[in-house]
């Protein structure tokens, strides 16, 4: 049985469609990724599995149980780590837990044997009685992931989960989600941090105006959607860029020019690179194709706002 | 991390709203002195200024002292404007503002469950207040006899009234701003017209049948014969009226807070 399975999901609101004709399954135990730009259609989706909103058709089954109609019931063994959070200012870290497990209709005694395991999980075992407004934003983001997990839930939902963390803070956040993960909880995550993605995510949906655009697991996509090779050459000092762009366009199979970078990604980029070491003027990096560039290729560059 | 399946105890829905009143009452247990004190001081020094110093050139009331007739209207107020304080501005904070009604609605309790918890809540609020103001009535010896106990479930009802009633207001409100015009509407006028400061007699008579149908003029039937030390006339018409405004506000604030929160 999929930990979720959605079929044909479509919403829309003040006459634009921001969900239109989602379907996607998630096998339990692995990491789903629902990735895409600003307005594609991320939260809605998630909220629209939660069962807090109702979809205007389409169908959804969350842990086996049918959405909305059983959402209730569904999210008793589910967690969610919000895109903001909304932990309870006036509580400590641990109160924030206790309070939070009566929510699941847990027994005090049960949650309060829980909550020492579940601050060691987040690396705040010393802030048990520190205010919320003491924590660090990294530390509020692990306080409300281990909120998260208080139900011992199979699913857990993760919208944004490293948005505004400095690297440090997102590397444990990795770290943890990667623990769940080896414990056989269903992750289902978004983000538009393709290196999130690619570290994680087992399978990943690409969408945008609430449809889905593209489906496989990171290296699936790379391998499908773009040439292995990019390198990237940019102007310093007096360099001319789209001579050398013109000039040597069919050394590449693609060349994408944003700014005062060229991409040029290639399958072999040998002869590229000789030439690029004769230019004068220009600085050029090459790498390994990545998530982002496939992100882009599918979504296009310009701004989402 | 420990996996083994925590069994989620199978709750009565009906109870759904108990750990949301529950989370409530633990933000406020951190502050009670302060909070209770801070809800007395402000009707007690109308109560007694007016009570007093008005009433000293005033002839009694249907046989009371001003100041006892005023007492009545005291607690009634008192009650409402505790209940309307905590529906508007604090459910509004943790709706709006903390987003704590979303962090509840990620479990497996719904949009009622926290509706409920958040009028239950309010309505325990005001008790708190109406009965501190009882307590200080009593003392200051403007009750007769053990009748006025059951001021304190007239006081529940009055609260639950004014609680569904203020979230109603809540669920509609774009900020706090919108909130004086609740005040400035509807309770500054009805307190004026339903006999807090002075009998509805002194009314034109269309506006004492308004007022007396107004869900303050209610309580104030109920408490203020309880005060005195007599059964309340017509109490039952009076508890019906209280119960209803409560049962029908909450089903509109709960409608009104779903197409808010969850469209």
Not at chain 1, 221 to 242: F, K
Request: charged share 20%; aromatic share 8%.
């Amino acid at each position: 049985m999929a930990a979720l399975d959605v079929q044909d999901l479509r919403k829309t609101y003040g006459g634009t469609e921001v969900v239109a004709g989602l379907s996607f399954a998630v096998e339990a135990g692995r990491c789903f990724g629902l990735l895409g730009p600003n307005g594609a259609g991320k939260t809605t989706t998630l909220r629209l599995c939660l069962g807090l909103t109702g979809p205007d058709s389409g169908a959804v089954r969350l842990n086996g149980c049918a959405i909305p109609d059983q959402a209730q019931q569904a999210r008793a063994r589910v967690g969610v780590v919000p895109q903001f959070d909304n932990l309870d200012p006036d509580f400590t870290c641990a109160e924030n837990l206790l309070v939070f497990g009566r929510y699941f209709g847990m027994k005090d005694a049960d949650i309060r044997a829980r909550i020492p395991e579940l601050l060691e999980f987040a690396s705040l075992s010393s802030k048990a009685d520190a205010k919320i407004s003491s924590l660090s934003g990294g530390m509020k983001r692990r306080l409300t992931l281990a909120r998260a997990l208080v139900n011992d839930p199979d699913i857990v939902f993760l919208d944004e989960p490293t948005t505004g963390l400095d690297p440090q803070a997102r590397h444990l956040i990795w770290d943890r989600l990667k623990q769940l993960k080896s414990a056989g909880k269903t992750l289902i995550l978004t983000t538009h941090f393709m290196d999130e993605a690619e570290r994680l995510c087992d399978t990943l949906i690409v969408i945008d105006h609430g449809r889905k655009i593209a489906e496989g697991s990171p290296r699936q996509l790379i391998a499908e959607h773009i040439e292995p090779q990019v390198v990237e050459a940019y102007d310093e000092a007096g360099g001319d860029l789209p001579a050398f762009v013109d000039a040597h366009r069919q050394l590449a199979g693609r060349v994408e020019t944003s700014g005062e970078t060229a991409f040029f990604y290639c399958s072999d980029p040998r002869p590229l690179l000789a030439r690029l070491a004769e230019a004068p003027g220009l600085r050029y990096v090459h790498r390994a194709s990545n998530l982002e560039d496939v992100f882009i290729k599918l979504t296009g560059r310009e701004l989402r706002d | 991390m420990n996996t083994t399946a925590l069994s989620t105890p199978t709750r009565l829905p009906a109870f759904g709203w108990f750990p949301v009143w529950q989370r409530n009452f633990l933000v406020w247990r951190k502050l009670a002195l302060p909070s209770i004190l801070g809800n007395l001081a402000d009707p007690l020094i109308y109560m007694l200024g007016l009570g007093y110093g008005l009433g000293a050139m005033l002839p009694e009331i249907n046989g009371t002292s001003y100041v006892a007739f005023l007492a009545a209207g005291t607690v009634c107020a008192s009650t409402m404007n505790a209940a309307t304080f905590e529906a508007l501005y604090s459910a509004f904070s943790r709706m709006h503002v903390q987003k704590t009604w979303d962090a509840i609605l990620n479990t497996p309790l719904g949009l009622a469950d926290v509706v409920a918890g958040e009028l239950f809540w309010a309505a325990t609020k005001s008790l708190f207040s109406g009965a501190a103001i009882l307590v200080v009535v009593a003392v200051l010896g403007l009750t007769h006899g053990p009748l006025a106990l059951w001021a304190l479930p007239a006081i529940v009802l009055t609260g639950l009234a004014f609680a569904a009633l203020g979230l109603i207001w809540n669920a509609l409100a774009p900020s706090y701003d919108f909130f004086m015009y609740y005040f400035t509407l509807f309770i500054t006028p009805m307190t004026l017209i339903s006999g807090v400061f002075f009998p509805t007699d002194q009314l034109p008579g269309w506006l004492a049948t308004v007022g007396g149908w107004l869900p303050l003029a209610q309580g104030v039937a109920l408490v203020r014969p309880l005060l005195a030390g007599e059964v309340p006339p017509n109490a039952l018409i009076h508890i019906m009226v209280l119960l209803a405004t409560a049962g029908v506000a909450f089903v509109i604030a709960l409608r009104l807070t779903r197409r808010r929160l969850l469209k």
